[in-house]
Nanobody, 114 residues
């Protein structure tokens, strides 16, 4: 059983920053990519950032240049540094494994005020 616990969200003003963390417990493949997803009100969940075991990253166009994903395999933890936040970044943020999706965690709420 794999559990994913997201944290670090909050309420910030436009232009502010947040650092999200995703702690995982259970058995994970070290070679698996990790990803951050978000679901805004009334919209589908989307992948916004991903990182491979080798450290290669990929970002959605909407966050490119503002968000940075990183991982610490020894701690089974993935991070998402979010800078220059915009109101359209408001969403619930989740982590998961794109190639081997686990049950979704509760997510962490990010609200960006204008």
């Amino acid at each position: 059983q794999v559990q994913l616990v997201e944290s670090g969200g909050g309420l910030v003003q436009a232009g502010g920053s947040l650092r999200l963390s995703c702690a995982a417990s259970g058995i994970l493949f070290s070679t698996d990519s990790r990803g951050w997803y978000r679901q805004a009100p009334g919209k589908e969940r989307e992948l916004v950032a991903a990182i491979t075991n080798g450290g290669s990253t990929n970002y959605a166009d909407s966050v490119k240049g503002r968000f940075t994903i990183s991982r610490d395999n020894a701690k089974n933890t993935v991070y998402l540094q979010m800078n220059s936040l915009k109101p359209e970044d408001t969403a619930i943020y989740y982590c998961n494994i794109p190639n081997r999706p686990r049950a979704w965690g509760q997510g962490t709420h990010v609200t960006v005020s204008s």
